[in-house]
C-alpha cells in the first residue's frame, strides 16, 4: 500500500494550437474513428471548403474536393496520460462561400469537446433600431438596440450602413445590458453623435470554450485510451452545399496536464 503525502509540486498546464485556413489541406480520413494517416506517405489530400487543391502538394500526392462534407481531420495527438483542463475555438474571419459551415471537435466517438459551432456570421436576431454613444465620459462606448439581438459578451460584431458613418465597424461586445441591447466599444468616435437610419448587423460567436471530458483523455496511466483507434482530437467540418469558400480562418486551443505525476509518497 502507498501512503499519500500533501502534494508539494506543480507541473505547467501544455498548449497546443490548430489553425486552419479555408484554402489549406488536410490529410484526408475516410471517417472519424478511422486510423490516423501521420505514418502514411502521401495521403491523399483534402481543402477545408475552397473546394480548389491545396498548394504545395508532393508528387504523387491525390487532392479530393471537400464538398458538401464531412471533412474529418487530425488536430491534436496528445501524449498517454493527457488530461484536458480547457481550451478554446476562435473565428477569426468568419466564412463565406457556403449556406452553412458547422465545425464540430471531438474523438473517434463525435462531439467530446465541441457540439457543431457554426463558423459564418450570423444577422442579428431582430434589426437595428438605434444607436447611442456615451454623452459623458467615455465617448467611444457605443449602445446598440434591437427588439433581439441575439449576441454574447464577447462576440464580434460587424455593424453596416448606418449613418452616420462612424457608428460602422466591426467591435467586440463587451456587455450585454437586456435581451434587447448591447454595448461595444467604437474607437472611432471622439464626439456624441446621432443616429440617423442603417439596421444591419451581424455577428460572429467569437471564442466559444471546450467542453472539459470527465474520462483521461490519452489513456494510462490512470485509464484506458477512450479514442479506440488511437486518435486523440479531430475536427468535423461540414458544408450545407458545395458552393465554394473564399474567406474563413478558424483557431482551436487545448489545455492539458499529463496525469499520474504530482502524488509524493512515503517510503514507509
Do not use: C
Not at 473546394?51 to 474529418?72: C, F, R
Not at 459578451?153 to 450585454?176: E, K, L, R
Not at 460572429?204 to 474520462?215: F, M, N, S
Amino acid at each position: 500500500m502507498t501512503v499519500l503525502k500533501r502534494t508539494r509540486a506543480a507541473q505547467w498546464p501544455l498548449v497546443q494550437e490548430f489553425v486552419f485556413n479555408y484554402n489549406d489541406g488536410t490529410a484526408l480520413l475516410s471517417a472519424l474513428n478511422s486510423a490516423p494517416l501521420d505514418n502514411t506517405p502521401r495521403a491523399a489530400i483534402t481543402d477545408f471548403g475552397s473546394k480548389a487543391s491545396p498548394t504545395g502538394l508532393l508528387n504523387g500526392s491525390t487532392w479530393t474536393t471537400s464538398g458538401a462534407g464531412p471533412v474529418y481531420f487530425d488536430m491534436f495527438s496528445l501524449p498517454l496520460g493527457a488530461q484536458v483542463i480547457g481550451g478554446d475555438m476562435q473565428v477569426e474571419d468568419a466564412y463565406v462561400g457556403p449556406s452553412t459551415v458547422t465545425l464540430t471537435i471531438g474523438d473517434s466517438s463525435g462531439a467530446l469537446y465541441l457540439a457543431a459551432q457554426t463558423l459564418k456570421a450570423a444577422a442579428l436576431a431582430a434589426n437595428i433600431s438605434s444607436i447611442t454613444n456615451a454623452t459623458s465620459g467615455d465617448v467611444t462606448r457605443m449602445n446598440v438596440v434591437a427588439t433581439n439581438t441575439g449576441v454574447a459578451i464577447g462576440q464580434t460584431v460587424t455593424i453596416s450602413g448606418i449613418v452616420p458613418a462612424a457608428y460602422n465597424g466591426t467591435f467586440i461586445v463587451v456587455a450585454t445590458n437586456s435581451t434587447t441591447d448591447f454595448t461595444v466599444v467604437n474607437p472611432n468616435l471622439t464626439s456624441v453623435l446621432t443616429y440617423v437610419s442603417g439596421t444591419a448587423g451581424t455577428y460572429l460567436a467569437g471564442r466559444t470554450a471546450l467542453l472539459i471530458p470527465t474520462q483521461v483523455t490519452a489513456g494510462s496511466p490512470s485509464g484506458s485510451q477512450h479514442a479506440p483507434a488511437g486518435v486523440d482530437i479531430r475536427g468535423t467540418l461540414t458544408f450545407g452545399n458545395s458552393t465554394a469558400a473564399t474567406a474563413g480562418r478558424v483557431r482551436v486551443k487545448v489545455m492539458y496536464t499529463v496525469d499520474g505525476r504530482m502524488n509524493e509518497v512515503s517510503p514507509n
